[in-house]
């Protein structure tokens, strides 16, 4: 996975009280056979239709968020607020939403009946041209199967509909945040010991994400190596509003020699630590096969494409963030180029692609580099305004 999508997050809620499981009664739901909805991942997030009273709409599916509609859709369908509350975000940026009920939201087949959503204001609506943000608090009684093959989400009431006997699948339990996120367990030895309870986050674009205090943890070594730190400055998180969060940390590179998910085994797994309390797996595992999340029973299973995954590939040198809209460079990971750029350059362009404002929105919407690309000229300017080229190679450079 590029370096440069562990900065770039889309955002997860921190539980407020109108939205959680507990704190509102379940909605009536009218019960059908299991239904299944095309997905488009061209930004490489989960897209869906949904209905909201009786139109089609594009929603974002994040099991790491609750269910809320954008400004402009609310008041479409000039729905009555029912009360306003703060929140913090997961970024820790401070904000409020408005929250109303709706008469019915419709995933496929399945109807939702008098639903509380939060309404709030985001760039990430507009960024990713989507009405509103599927969280799994609207799918509690449910199992969620998402297929990579025909990219497609199916949703049942019954996990037996899936015909589990005919997998060689893995069960690992599932606990849910008071928003209904869910944390799985993940593991990073082949022993009985390394296990590490993660959330699974379809709003979160790679595989995997170790969280800043346990990359510093040298009691966890036995688990991961620590192949660089540094200090990362510039913006490594986006908030749900149009702020950069810009910090100067010290973050890690790390090689975890094991990834266990399931009954799948990842080696040698390069990742970079983030400002998150827990570690993070995200829909890049479907690149390697599909899953099934299943709130009703609590129990998560991976099928994997191959049982075993090498995933020892050769990465770009730098990572990005932003600094106000500036697409900027926060940290030089290759030794060798340290002398040709500097941490807080400005990127001007990589590849024919350049950065010259909305970027906000354009590190939302497509990756730096093509997936394929094995190396691409890039274009910053330094802090004299000095502009320089150089061509950057995707290597193995420990």
Known sequence: MSRFWRFIFLIVLSPAAFLTAAAQKKSAVQRTQP??????DATGLLIIPVSVEGKTYHFLFDTGSFTALSPDLGRRLKLKKEGRVNFVDANNMEGSASFQELKEISVGTFRF?????????????????IDGVLGNDLLVDYAIYIDPEKKQLTLSNNIADFKL??????VSPVVFTRQMSPFID?????????????????????????????AADSTLTDYFAVLDSGKIKGSNALSVYDKNIETIETQYRLLLPELHIGNATFLNVHVQSMDKSYNALGIELLKYGGCILDNKNKRFYFFPDTPVVNLDEREWPLSFGLSDDDLIITYVWDPRLRDEFEVGDQVLAIGQHAYNGNNFCDLLSRPPFPETATAEEITVKDKKG???KLLLKKEDYD
């Not at 239904?35 to 488009?40: A, E, G, I, Q």
């Not at 006997?165 to 893995?170: E, I, L, S």
């Open 35 to 40: 239904t299944s909805v095309p997905y488009d």
């Open 113 to 129: 009946y008098n639903k509380k959503v939060a309404v709030f204001p985001s760039p990430l609506f507009k960024c990713l041209n």
């Open 165 to 170: 006997a005919q997998h060689n699948t893995f």
């Open 186 to 214: 993940t593991k990073l030895t082949h022993e009985a010991t390394g296990i590490f309870v993660t959330i699974f986050d379809t709003g979160f674009r790679g595989l995997y994400q170790v969280a800043r205090a346990s």
């Open 386 to 388: 000095v502009i320089k």
